[in-house]
């Protein structure tokens, strides 16, 4: 008998938890907002973000 390779490719689902394409895409979106949100923190209270927070 004759091995038969399959002639289509599967499509697999990407997965829903771990490392994958859209966890690191939002984990950046996210390091980024915080950035900006900490720059904009800095420009308004003209004191660091731990001196905002009481911490220094």
Do not use: C, H
């Amino acid at each position: 008998m004759e091995k038969v390779e399959p002639t289509v490719t599967p499509t697999l689902e990407e997965p829903k938890f771990g490392f994958n394409d859209y966890s690191e895409r939002l984990n950046g979106r996210a390091a980024m907002i915080g950035f900006a949100l900490t720059l904009l923190i800095e420009a308004l209270t003209g004191q660091g973000v731990l001196a905002w927070l009481g911490l220094s």
